[in-house]
């Protein structure tokens, strides 16, 4: 038999087990007194019918009774602790027959007491097991199957001995006696049903309560990491910007007193190494941004991890490569190239004096590579490892010295992972050096790669610049436009500045522009993209450069269907030099 009803099958798996728990432990609790006044009623009963009918069939039947009370008041059941889907199912079982064992022993009466020559005692008899019938419905236990049965074991000998030994009138009872059993059924069936609504209802507030509760406190750890993250921000920022301050008020003092050109120069790498220091927090900063915001899309396919390594180890010579010629992963090759760069970084950054293993194998399977980026360095700490992919954790820098990074090159190999779905795992010890890891699948062997972009750098830009290149800048930030301007004046070129599109498209003499600086975010009707269009249009020969901090893939592809440049803010010297050399080639 089940007990499975209606609300109980739509709910869900786990919501149905804290149901049955529920219902289990109500049905299973300690119920002493009701069976002391139920065993006082049966002592009654026994009485009465050992001074009717028989006193030895009436004391058996008191004995019998007796023991199962006795069984269900001194031994109760004790559920397993804690209750789980494996254990529930036979401790439901264990209730069933307990009570089963205890509703069959009153319904020996009616065998015992049934005395087939007195159909008055008949219908006493009736009366008292139908009375005991409606009485255990309601205490006896709140699990269906469990009522079921003792409900059938304490009317069915009844109704057996009614309908063959029993007087007419008797067997009328009996048949009624069936009906009784069919109603007191449903009368269960329903109980039940209700109250495992009650139970689902409550189960389901907590559940939601829970979960608020547990969303609060998500809510406010994120609040907490989001506050402590800004404030590690906010306190890195500063620092690059206070030493700008300062090392531009001594340039100033020192230009001023006619300071000498050595002593100069050492300021002026001061304020360089200060700005990218600004430069590469804030370039991190945004790649966090931009990889939470999901921003740059996912473009998985094949990918030689050989070449990929070896292009990274080119920037140093302290790195070196070990990788079959056969490994080619299918993954996303931007963000796979950002994991790797910034786990090499941190390598050489953290063994100053020890070499890089950039090390690919074989995965646990044929269908994944194991990439590994391995050091010599000064190793990390157990209780260090897991904190090292957060942000603006480091190792022994509590001071924040900035030109030992700023924590944030794991905690973007943290995030890009996640989008790439993979783990990167960490083997280390103090001194020993440190092995960052993760899997990639497989791709095909067959699978042909697309040609490769060659890598070679352009030398273009370190050829010399005509003098008197004409530039128009199209810029309305006039710090950022003094300072290209200045840089362009250093070069002998001739800026042309404007603070929107349509005073260069009105006052700039465009037959005489060499090369155009066109910012993204300009006011007015036109933005750089629709400048650089309509510059275009009139100058299809003009050397064109949308110049933003916030280039967009779309914007750089679109910058490559035109033939034009896409320079990032803050632009970096030698970007702009490529652009006009690129004009005069």
């Given at each position: 038999m089940s007990s499975t009803s209606a609300p109980d099958n739509a709910a869900p798996p786990a919501s149905r087990f804290a149901v049955q728990c529920e219902v289990l432990r109500l049905s299973a609790q300690p119920t002493g007194p009701a069976l002391v006044v139920q065993f006082l009623l049966d002592c009654g009963v026994a009485m009465l019918f050992a001074w009717q009918y028989a006193f030895t069939p009436a004391m058996m039947w008191l004995a019998l009774v007796g023991f199962t009370t006795a069984v269900r008041g001194f031994f109760p059941q004790h559920p397993p602790t804690p209750l789980t889907p494996e254990n529930l199912p036979g401790a439901l079982r264990v209730h069933t027959w307990r009570?089963?064992?205890?509703?069959?022993?009153?319904?020996?009466?009616?065998?015992?007491?049934?005395?087939?020559?007195?159909?008055?005692?008949?219908?006493?008899?009736?009366?008292?097991?139908?009375?005991?019938?409606?009485?255990?419905?309601?205490?006896?236990?709140?699990?269906?199957?469990?009522?079921?049965?003792?409900?059938?074991?304490?009317?069915?000998?009844?109704?057996?001995?009614?309908?063959?030994?029993?007087?007419?009138?008797?067997?009328?009872?009996?048949?009624?006696g069936v009906g009784l059993?069919?109603?007191?059924?449903?009368?269960?069936?329903?109980?039940?049903?209700?109250?495992?609504?009650?139970?689902?209802?409550?189960?389901?507030?907590?559940?939601?309560?829970?979960?608020?509760?547990?969303g609060l406190r998500e809510s406010e750890h994120a609040q907490a990491e989001r506050l402590r993250f800004f404030s590690a921000a906010n306190h890195d920022l500063r620092q690059p910007v206070m030493a700008i301050g300062l090392q531009a008020e001594v340039l100033r003092q020192q230009l001023e007193t006619?300071?000498?050109?050595?002593?100069?120069?050492?300021?002026?790498?001061?304020?360089?190494?200060?700005?990218?220091?600004?430069?590469?927090?804030?370039?991190?900063?945004?790649?966090?941004?931009?990889?939470?915001?999901?921003?740059?899309?996912?473009?998985?396919?094949?990918?030689?991890?050989?070449?990929?390594?070896?292009?990274?180890?080119?920037?140093?010579?302290?790195?070196?490569?070990?990788?079959?010629?056969?490994?080619?992963?299918?993954?996303?090759?931007?963000?796979?190239?950002?994991?790797?760069?910034?786990?090499?970084?941190?390598?050489?950054?953290?063994?100053?004096?020890?070499?890089?293993?950039?090390?690919?194998?074989?995965?646990?399977?044929?269908?994944?590579?194991?990439?590994?980026?391995?050091?010599?360095?000064?190793?990390?700490?157990?209780?260090?490892?897991?904190?090292?992919?957060?942000?603006?954790?480091?190792?022994?820098?509590?001071?924040?010295?900035?030109?030992?990074?700023?924590?944030?090159?794991?905690?973007?190999?943290?995030?890009?992972?996640?989008?790439?779905?993979?783990?990167?795992?960490?083997?280390?010890?103090?001194?020993?050096?440190?092995?960052?890891?993760?899997?990639?699948?497989?791709?095909?062997?067959?699978?042909v790669l697309p040609e490769a972009i060659g890598t070679e750098t352009n030398a273009a830009h370190m050829l010399p610049l005509r003098p008197g290149m004409a530039v128009l800048v199209v810029e309305d930030n006039t710090v950022v436009a003094d300072s290209i301007a200045a840089l362009l004046r250093h070069w002998k070129a001739e800026p042309r500045v404007y603070a929107n599109a349509s005073e260069a498209l009105a006052l700039a003499d465009l037959d005489a522009i060499d090369v155009a600086l066109c910012d993204i975010r300009l006011p007015g009707d036109l933005d750089g993209v629709a400048l650089a269009d309509l510059l275009q249009t009139q100058r299809p020969d003009l050397t064109i450069a949308l110049v933003s901090a916030d280039i967009e893939p779309v914007t750089q592809r679109l910058a490559r269907q035109r033939g034009w440049h896409a320079l990032r803010k803050p632009v970096q010297a030698g970007e702009l030099r490529a652009v006009l050399a690129a004009a005069q080639a």
């Amino acid at each position: 038999m089940s007990s499975t009803s209606a609300p109980d099958n739509a709910a869900p798996p786990a919501s149905r087990f804290a149901v049955q728990c529920e219902v289990l432990r109500l049905s299973a609790q300690p119920t002493g007194p009701a069976l002391v006044v139920q065993f006082l009623l049966d002592c009654g009963v026994a009485m009465l019918f050992a001074w009717q009918y028989a006193f030895t069939p009436a004391m058996m039947w008191l004995a019998l009774v007796g023991f199962t009370t006795a069984v269900r008041g001194f031994f109760p059941q004790h559920p397993p602790t804690p209750l789980t889907p494996e254990n529930l199912p036979g401790a439901l079982r264990v209730h069933t027959w307990r009570i089963a064992m205890h509703e069959a022993a009153h319904g020996a009466a009616g065998v015992l007491l049934f005395n087939p020559r007195e159909p008055v005692e008949q219908l006493l008899l009736a009366t008292v097991i139908m009375a005991m019938t409606l009485s255990s419905a309601f205490s006896v236990s709140y699990y269906t199957p469990a009522m079921r049965l003792a409900i059938t074991l304490l009317l069915a000998p009844l109704i057996a001995m009614g309908l063959i030994f029993g007087s007419p009138v008797m067997r009328t009872a009996s048949l009624l006696g069936v009906g009784l059993m069919v109603m007191v059924w449903k009368l269960v069936t329903d109980r039940s049903r209700h109250l495992e609504e009650n139970i689902m209802r409550r189960h389901e507030e907590s559940t939601l309560r829970e979960q608020a509760q547990t969303g609060l406190r998500e809510s406010e750890h994120a609040q907490a990491e989001r506050l402590r993250f800004f404030s590690a921000a906010n306190h890195d920022l500063r620092q690059p910007v206070m030493a700008i301050g300062l090392q531009a008020e001594v340039l100033r003092q020192q230009l001023e007193t006619d300071t000498p050109k050595h002593v100069v120069a050492q300021t002026v790498i001061a304020l360089s190494q200060a700005q990218q220091a600004l430069e590469g927090l804030t370039n991190q900063l945004l790649e966090i941004g931009r990889i939470e915001a999901a921003a740059d899309p996912l473009k998985p396919g094949p990918i030689a991890l050989g070449p990929m390594l070896r292009e990274l180890a080119r920037h140093s010579t302290r790195v070196r490569v070990r990788c079959p010629a056969s490994a080619l992963a299918w993954t996303d090759a931007v963000a796979l190239r950002r994991v790797l760069g910034n786990l090499t970084d941190n390598a050489l950054k953290f063994a100053p004096q020890g070499r890089v293993l950039l090390a690919v194998r074989r995965g646990r399977t044929a269908a994944t590579w194991r990439v590994e980026v391995r050091d010599n360095g000064i190793g990390i700490a157990p209780d260090m490892q897991q904190r090292v992919f957060g942000d603006f954790e480091q190792i022994g820098n509590v001071e924040r010295n900035l030109q030992r990074g700023h924590g944030l090159g794991l905690a973007i190999v943290r995030r890009l992972a996640d989008r790439l779905g993979f783990v990167v795992t960490l083997r280390s010890a103090p001194g020993r050096g440190s092995v960052f890891g993760f899997d990639l699948e497989a791709a095909p062997a067959d699978l042909v790669l697309p040609e490769a972009i060659g890598t070679e750098t352009n030398a273009a830009h370190m050829l010399p610049l005509r003098p008197g290149m004409a530039v128009l800048v199209v810029e309305d930030n006039t710090v950022v436009a003094d300072s290209i301007a200045a840089l362009l004046r250093h070069w002998k070129a001739e800026p042309r500045v404007y603070a929107n599109a349509s005073e260069a498209l009105a006052l700039a003499d465009l037959d005489a522009i060499d090369v155009a600086l066109c910012d993204i975010r300009l006011p007015g009707d036109l933005d750089g993209v629709a400048l650089a269009d309509l510059l275009q249009t009139q100058r299809p020969d003009l050397t064109i450069a949308l110049v933003s901090a916030d280039i967009e893939p779309v914007t750089q592809r679109l910058a490559r269907q035109r033939g034009w440049h896409a320079l990032r803010k803050p632009v970096q010297a030698g970007e702009l030099r490529a652009v006009l050399a690129a004009a005069q080639a």
